[in-house]
């Protein structure tokens, strides 16, 4: 199978099985879109010699290996086997703030508020050791809600996951996702020292941010937050952080918060598309997603311009991209994990799939407490792979998003193997655009 698409100047072909990507001219372009379909080639309008030059050498990159090749052999068993590598820890079903997007019900995730008890937190990390197996490198990332709203439990779970490291011989990679108004100058130090990663919510330019996510006493929490996450940056160095936004049919104008969070000084960014149900007022409809892709392609614009820019260097999350390395073929099938490699505990101990799944009581899996686990669960999670989606089996770009979120095919589909379209469409357009940027950045 072949992807073949335009991207400025560049005419591009994937080869979907083997990942190589082939810059080439015009009439490449045409020769190998209609080897791929079976059509006439010498019907083309282009000389026969240049015809059977071009299918000469196609049968050379086919005949390699990178060019037209069959479907991949699927490896047997799943990606990490049965081993729990990744938890979400839910420290707080609380928050200071009130988005109107909130997937969690603004942190309380359709449930009492409420925050996890410093030994639920050590119960979970407990857990995840005993269900890792030989696996040395593990992650963590502390959650809410508001995390910050309970530094009690985050500190003692992050002092006992040190203790358990050198225990077992293990490696725990912590992160934290913030909305950044609760930070402080020893919290920041704190965050810095500890965590490996830290994503911080902030939406883009203040009128955006502020109407989506007010204060629980409906104040705008923009200054607050930028003045806390500039700070934190600032200080971190080059260890990893993200902010992190959101844009809704509010601001179908996108590329101008990207725009607006780097001239603030940010360089690590990730934007995502709001998923609600269709009757939220920020819900993005069927009729903007038309609108959504040509965003994309503005936004993909301005990256690869400030990219040739020392000055305006970014670094943009769905347009990395890596052809000659990235997950191996098992974890590219398996998806990310959710539910066999990957966890979320509640407040109360309670296990889900992962963290979007928490509230879902059909899907509890178990409880840290207790150590239960639900096999029957987790192996319809398992078995949820490229190779059980009819929908991804033929689609080309099936190895960069693995089947998509299985969280939202639930909520929106009611059926972890049915993608959700919209996000499908979205997806395929980002990979494109990454592909094209990264043609751009290696044809120099």
Known sequence: MIHAFRFHEYYLILDVESG?????????????QAMEKGWDIFALPYPERQIREIAAEVEELRAAGSLCSPELTPPKGTAGGQVIKSMCLHVAHDCNLRCRYCFADTGEFHGPRGLMAPEVGKKALDFLIAHCGNRKHLEVDLFGGEPLLNMETVRTVVAYGRELEQKHGKQINFTITT?????TDAIIDYLNAEMHNIVLSLDGRPEV??????????????DIALANMKKLVERRGDKEYYIRGTFTARNLDFTEDVKHLRNLGFEQLSLEPVVLPDDSPYAILE???ARVLEEYETLADYVLQSRQKEDTWLNFFHFMIDLSGGPCLKKRIAGCGAGVEYVAVTPEGDIYPCHQFVGQEKMKMGSVLTGEL??????????????DKPACRDCWCKYFCSGGCAANAY????????????????????????????AAEHRK
Not at 179 to 183: C, Q, R, T
Not at 374 to 387: H, K, V
């Open 209 to 222: 941010h502020d109407a989506m996510r007010p204060t629980a006493g409906g104040k705008g929490s923009y």
């Open 374 to 387: 639900d096999a029957d669960i987790r192996r319809m999670f398992a078995a949820c792979t490229l190779l």
């Open 20 to 32: 190589a990507l082939h810059s080439v001219d015009e009439p490449a372009y045409a020769v190998v």
């Open 287 to 289: 009729e903007h997603v």
């Open 411 to 438: 909520l929106y589909n009611g059926d972890i193997r049915q993608p959700y379209s919209r996000t499908c469409e979205f997806l395929k357009k980002r990979t494109e655009l990454a592909l094209g940027i990264y």
């Open 179 to 183: 909305n950044g108004v609760g930070l």
